[in-house]
């Protein structure tokens, strides 16, 4: 469809909108379905070329995963985006997030490695930087609060154990689940994050409360320490 081409003059069954209400959404493409929500595009391209610019931002593969990945700021610096279109992206962007979430905590199972990692991927895998989360457990292995309690450089999160336990002291818990990304994708525990593990459960032990689980998210993947058999690994 030629970008100069406006949405009104396409012929009725290529508009997103007719095809949307007649077929069902379904049927619209990533672009159009976008086009449908930004309503308008700019005097030089259509809302469908419009959407289409800013699923393959700066050259990217990731589609409709740059709503999740870009700023109002970045997206206004496409012509035609302005604040309330940037705005509208980042609510596509968090909608998604929460659709999602809402989803996961339904199949939650703290015993479950996997839907614990379900639980958080959509909120961690898209991070540039690291982030640590506590699941803080009830007497009955039921999810009392989670709540993050560090954000750092790219690189690294410092955070010492006294930090989380005054979280879990605050919330009264009686066990807890550490949850933290790799904004490099790849999950797999570093040396740190072995000894790091090892020193919470052993704080932990000593207050009465059990470390349930490391999950290290990654990118749509995940490491349990619990299913590779690392919880109780001896310090390095």
């Keep these: 469809m030629p970008k100069q081409t406006k949405i009104k003059d396409l012929p009725e069954a290529l508009r997103p909108y007719e095809r949307c ?3 069902g959404p379904e049927v619209l493409s990533d672009a159009e379905l976008l086009a449908v929500i930004l309503r308008s595009g700019s005097r030089e391209k259509n809302s469908v070329a419009l959407a289409e610019e800013i699923l393959s931002l700066n050259g990217s593969e990731h589609g409709l995963l740059n709503l999740m990945q870009y700023s ?14 940037g705005l509208q992206l980042l609510c596509v962007g968090e909608l998604s997030r929460r659709i999602w979430k809402q989803s996961a905590a339904g199949r939650l199972n703290v015993h479950d490695p996997a839907t614990v990692a379900d639980y958080y991927m959509e909120d961690l895998r898209h991070l540039d930087y690291e982030c640590i989360h506590l699941m803080l ?11 993050c ?11 010492s154990s006294r930090e989380i336990f005054k979280a879990v002291i ?7 689940i550490l949850v933290h990304n790799h904004p490099s994708g ?11 593990t090892q020193k919470v459960r052993i704080a932990a032990a000593e207050l009465g409360i059990m470390l349930r689980d490391h999950v290290i998210i990654g990118d ?17």
Aim: glycine residues 6%; aromatic residues 6%.
């Design 170 to 176: 605050a919330h009264q818990a009686c066990g807890l």
């Design 137 to 147: 457990l009830d007497a009955k292995d039921r999810l009392r609060k989670s709540v």
């Design 21 to 23: 209400e007649q077929e």
């Design 72 to 85: 109002c700021e970045e997206f206004r610096e496409l012509r035609g985006v302005g604040r309330v279109k």
């Design 186 to 196: 790849d999950p797999t525990p570093s040396a740190d994050d072995v000894l790091f």
């Design 149 to 159: 309690v560090s954000r750092g450089s790219m690189l690294s999160s410092s955070i």
């Design 220 to 236: 749509n993947c995940y490491f349990s320490f619990v299913e590779h058999e690392m919880l109780h690994a001896a310090p390095r």
